[in-house]
Structures are given as structure tokens and as C-alpha cells.
């Protein structure tokens, strides 16, 4: 296991689809987040004007270092919106090779794109020519549980591509979030190719990532599910005070949350959106179930201020809420033989 000393680790928010937006971000920054993504657009969304994008492509004027990320499966419809990406704010465009929603891999996009190594490629190189002097990153999912191979191969192809850093997920596409992490897999990626590898998958906690590092090797850990509602993870996970929120910063850090969200999107739809973050940071805190029950009659500010109220008068604003327990991070190593490893 990493020292706190040794780690030296970069903790990346990973880019998910209804969630990591402006007020979003913003809650994980004030706890430490540097490395952001945008929740993904789809290339075609964006070249024909979906009412949605402004939302996901909006940046803070504040914020530090902040990528894009980049969904389809048409090499044309790639490099046209590649090109628009290029004209915007973003440090970094990512293409996504690693979505396991149906509705995604049903089109051939996503980890669906990842299996057809050479659609992929020609994708890669599409969006590699539109992007300029924009770094091109990809995230992807292992190809196969057990044998390294297809997924260490494809990680080389996309390297000789053009691509200059990767995400790793250490699931397969069928697996979608549940099961063991395949951190050997994801060591030999970072093994086989000279561009910079992050791993992905299961981190809930600080115990989570260094395990996850000390498995595979990675001074770059992607977070994903384990920010919502929880951006006091960013905290934990660099070893800093205040992890465990008081009841009184759960409270505010849900008004500044919902605030944004209704700044940025109006009042009904941000308070639409806004319902399942406001579960986020209630549940699995000890809160009332009766004060979860109601979250989805919240409509207005007015409604969402007097739930908000009734959350605030539950406990003593000193009252430590920390996260219920959740399933350790599973190595898939640990269920069968000893995890693969690489010069570190």
C-alpha cells in the first residue's frame, strides 16, 4: 500500500452524464478537485443544437483545469464537433470509448466503439485532426475479464494514434459498475504504453484509491459515482481535515448546490435536475426517510427552502454526518490470484 508520503496522486472527477455540470463541479472544487471533466455531449447533440448543451459546456469563469468529453461513433460527426470543441475554454478533449449504457451501446458509441478496434481508430484520428494543438485523451473499459491482451493492445493502437493520456475502467462494458475491479489489467495497460494511464472504478473512499494505486501502478485516479452527493470525498481522498462533514455543511453545501443549479438552468428545470442531488446528499446519512420521501415534490425555491428547512432543523448543525458504509473497493485479484504488476 502507498504511504501517504509516496502517493503523490492526482484525483481526477470523471465526466458523468447528469451530474458533473458548473454547480456540480463547483461543490467538488471547494473541497480540493482540481482535475474536472464536463458531463459527455454527444457530437451529434452539439452540431445540431441541442437545448441541453449549454448547461453541459458551461464553465466557470474560476475554474482550474477543466476537460470535455466527446460520445459518437461517426468519424465525420466526431471531427466536426471535435473542431467546435477546439474554439472552447477547455484544457483537454476527451473521447468517450467507455459508456456501458444501453441506450449508448446500442448506437455503437461508447464501450460498444471500443470493440470495433478499427471504427474506433478511425474515430481517434478524426477527432486527433480537428482537436489541433488540444491535448486528446480517451476513456475506455478493460476489453476482457482475466486475459490483458485485446485491452492492452487496443491501449497501444491508441497511443500510436495520437491519444496522449488514457482512463482505464477496470469493468467490462457487460458489468456496467457492479463486480470486482480488474486493477492487473489496468496495470499492464500502464506497463504497455508511454502516455499517462489513470484508473478507474470503485473509489469511494481514500482507503479506495490507494488501494486502487497501489494495485495498478497509477499516480492518476479517476472518481466517479463516489462524488455524489459526497464532494467531501475530494477532501479524503488527499489525506486533508474536515472528510466527515458536520450536519450545518451538508446543509449549506445543498443550498449553494441547488442555487447554482437554478442559477444555471432556471427554476424548474434546475429543481428537476436538482432532485437527485438533493437525494444525493441525503441519503445514506441518517437522514428522516420522510424528508427523502418528499424530494420529488419539489418544484419551486419556495418548496425546495422549506425541505430545506426541515433538513436543517433534523440535527445540530455540529452533528458529524459521515456517509453510510459502502462496499469496500473489490479487487478482482483478490477473488482469484495475485494482481498484475509493472515498473512503477
Same mark, same amino acid.
Given at each position: 500500500?502507498?504511504?501517504?508520503?509516496?502517493?503523490?496522486?492526482?484525483?481526477?472527477?470523471?465526466?458523468?452524464?447528469?451530474?458533473?455540470?458548473?454547480?456540480?463541479?463547483?461543490?467538488?472544487?471547494?473541497?480540493?478537485?482540481?482535475?474536472?471533466?464536463?458531463?459527455?455531449?454527444?457530437?451529434?447533440?452539439?452540431?445540431?443544437?441541442?437545448?441541453?448543451?449549454?448547461?453541459?459546456?458551461?464553465?466557470?469563469?474560476?475554474?482550474?483545469?477543466?476537460?470535455?468529453?466527446?460520445?459518437?461513433?461517426?468519424?465525420?460527426?466526431?471531427?466536426?464537433?471535435?473542431?467546435?470543441?477546439?474554439?472552447?475554454?477547455?484544457?483537454?478533449?476527451?473521447?468517450?470509448?467507455?459508456?456501458?449504457?444501453?441506450?449508448?451501446?446500442?448506437?455503437?458509441?461508447?464501450?460498444?466503439?471500443?470493440?470495433?478496434?478499427?471504427?474506433?481508430?478511425?474515430?481517434?484520428?478524426?477527432?486527433?485532426?480537428?482537436?489541433?494543438?488540444?491535448?486528446?485523451?480517451?476513456?475506455?473499459?478493460?476489453?476482457?475479464?482475466?486475459?490483458?491482451?485485446?485491452?492492452?493492445?487496443?491501449?497501444?493502437? !491508441?497511443?500510436?494514434?495520437? $491519444?496522449? %493520456? #488514457?482512463?482505464?475502467?477496470?469493468? /467490462?462494458?457487460?458489468?456496467?459498475?457492479? *463486480?470486482? =475491479?480488474?486493477?492487473?489489467?489496468?496495470?499492464?495497460?500502464?506497463?504497455?504504453?508511454?502516455?499517462?494511464?489513470?484508473?478507474?472504478?470503485?473509489?469511494?473512499?481514500?482507503?479506495?484509491?490507494?488501494?486502487?494505486?497501489?494495485?495498478?501502478?497509477?499516480?492518476?485516479?479517476?472518481?466517479?459515482?463516489?462524488?455524489?452527493?459526497?464532494?467531501?470525498?475530494?477532501?479524503?481522498?488527499?489525506?486533508?481535515?474536515?472528510?466527515?462533514?458536520?450536519?450545518?455543511?451538508?446543509?449549506?453545501?445543498?443550498?449553494?448546490?441547488?442555487?447554482?443549479?437554478?442559477?444555471?438552468?432556471?427554476?424548474?428545470?434546475?429543481?428537476?435536475?436538482?432532485?437527485?442531488?438533493?437525494?444525493?446528499?441525503?441519503?445514506?446519512?441518517?437522514?428522516?426517510?420522510?424528508?427523502?420521501?418528499?424530494?420529488?415534490?419539489?418544484?419551486?425555491?419556495?418548496?425546495?427552502?422549506? !425541505?430545506?428547512?426541515?433538513? $436543517?432543523? %433534523? #440535527?445540530?448543525?455540529?452533528?458529524? /454526518?459521515?456517509?453510510?458504509?459502502?462496499? *469496500?473497493? =473489490?479487487?478482482?485479484?483478490?477473488?482469484?490470484?495475485?494482481?498484475?504488476?509493472?515498473?512503477?
Amino acid at each position: 500500500m502507498l504511504s501517504n508520503a509516496q502517493a503523490g496522486l492526482e484525483w481526477l472527477l470523471a465526466p458523468l452524464a447528469g451530474y458533473t455540470d458548473v454547480p456540480f463541479r463547483r461543490s467538488c472544487r471547494r473541497c480540493g478537485c482540481r482535475f474536472a471533466f464536463t458531463p459527455l455531449i454527444d457530437a451529434c447533440a452539439l452540431i445540431y443544437g441541442n437545448r441541453h448543451n449549454a448547461g453541459i459546456l458551461a464553465r466557470d469563469a474560476l475554474e482550474p483545469w477543466l476537460g470535455v468529453q466527446l460520445l459518437g461513433s461517426d468519424p465525420t460527426q466526431l471531427h466536426e464537433a471535435a473542431a467546435r470543441l477546439r474554439a472552447m475554454p477547455f484544457d483537454q478533449i476527451d473521447l468517450n470509448l467507455g459508456c456501458p449504457v444501453r441506450k449508448v451501446t446500442q448506437k455503437g458509441a461508447g464501450a460498444a466503439l471500443a470493440l470495433d478496434v478499427e471504427r474506433a481508430l478511425r474515430c481517434v484520428d478524426a477527432v486527433r485532426r480537428a482537436c489541433g494543438e488540444r491535448p486528446l485523451s480517451v476513456k475506455m473499459r478493460i476489453l476482457a475479464e482475466g486475459d490483458p491482451e485485446a485491452t492492452v493492445v487496443l491501449a497501444q493502437r !491508441l497511443a500510436a494514434a495520437g $491519444v496522449e %493520456a #488514457l482512463t482505464v475502467h477496470g469493468r /467490462v462494458m457487460q458489468r456496467v459498475y457492479a *463486480g470486482p =475491479v480488474w486493477a492487473g489489467i489496468i496495470a499492464a495497460v500502464r506497463a504497455a504504453v508511454p502516455i499517462p494511464v489513470a484508473a478507474n472504478g470503485g473509489i469511494f473512499s481514500r482507503a479506495d484509491g490507494l488501494r486502487l494505486a497501489a494495485a495498478t501502478g497509477c499516480r492518476r485516479l479517476m472518481v466517479a459515482r463516489g462524488a455524489i452527493g459526497n464532494p467531501w470525498l475530494f477532501r479524503d481522498l488527499a489525506g486533508m481535515p474536515g472528510a466527515v462533514p458536520s450536519h450545518g455543511e451538508v446543509c449549506e453545501e445543498l443550498r449553494e448546490h441547488l442555487a447554482g443549479m437554478v442559477s444555471l438552468y432556471g427554476e424548474g428545470p434546475g429543481l428537476r435536475e436538482g432532485r437527485k442531488i438533493i437525494l444525493g446528499y441525503l441519503c445514506g446519512r441518517g437522514y428522516p426517510r420522510a424528508l427523502r420521501s418528499s424530494v420529488n415534490l419539489v418544484t419551486t425555491w419556495d418548496e425546495f427552502m422549506a !425541505l430545506w428547512r426541515q433538513v $436543517v432543523s %433534523a #440535527l445540530p448543525a455540529e452533528t458529524p /454526518v459521515p456517509m453510510g458504509p459502502r462496499p *469496500g473497493l =473489490v479487487l478482482a485479484e483478490d477473488l482469484s490470484s495475485p494482481a498484475v504488476s509493472g515498473p512503477g
